[in-house]
């Protein structure tokens, strides 16, 4: 059987998005035929400032990636926490080194989706997403959203939900709160739909 090969990036800096990027990677590799690999973008801030932020250790067992990785990978996740509205700096910056990749579209009609952490509410639940879309399509990547696949669960208004019809997303808070069993739910489902669609388009 061929095996189809899903690249989960991301960056975390107090954990949130690896928590959802370790559900999706569970949703993806549910799936027979395919091989769903964590990856971490490099981060640019100085230890110092790490420090400062009482960021977490990053994780040993998710590798960093480099921009020229991207082309072994039949389809996306990218994940990032929202800062002002738009994807963290870390990820701004390894796409921003993608250019070689975008000269040649090396990317293009391969499948891509997203999924995110905001600190509240008016933190960019949608706007983030909306605006990581431009790097996709400069890409000529595929945009995966979820629409209102996950069925029930995008309706909920009795608890606090991140997420959108862009795709999965979890509420920092003050940076103690952890995704909810919902919000994983949404993750794990992500990771298996957008890995059906890549699988159905790389064998086509």
Request: include cysteine.
């Amino acid at each position: 059987m061929a095996i189809t090969k899903i690249y989960i990036i991301y960056y975390s800096l107090h954990k949130h998005v690896e928590y959802m990027a370790r559900e999706i990677q569970r949703g993806a590799n549910s799936i027979e035929g395919i091989e769903a690999t964590l990856w971490q973008v490099p981060e640019t801030l100085p230890s110092v400032v790490l420090q400062k932020m009482k960021a977490p250790p990053k994780p040993d067992d998710v590798p960093v990636i480099s921009p020229e990785q991207l082309v072994e990978a039949d389809g996306f996740l990218f994940g990032f926490p929202s800062r002002f509205g738009v994807m963290a700096a870390q990820c701004k910056a390894f796409f921003d080194a993608t250019n070689s990749l975008w000269e040649t579209q090396a990317l293009a009609g391969k499948p891509a989706g997203i999924f995110w952490s905001t600190g509240f509410h008016g933190g960019g639940q949608e706007l983030t997403a909306l605006t990581a879309i431009t790097q996709l399509a400069h890409h000529g990547m595929i945009f995966v959203p979820l629409g209102y696949t996950f069925g029930s669960g995008m309706f909920e208004i009795d608890e606090v939900k991140g997420g959108s019809s862009y795709g999965s997303g979890t509420y920092a808070g003050d940076g103690t709160r952890k995704p909810t069993e919902l919000e994983l739910q949404q993750a794990f489902y992500q990771g298996k739909y957008v890995s059906e669609i890549t699988k159905k388009l790389s064998r086509n």
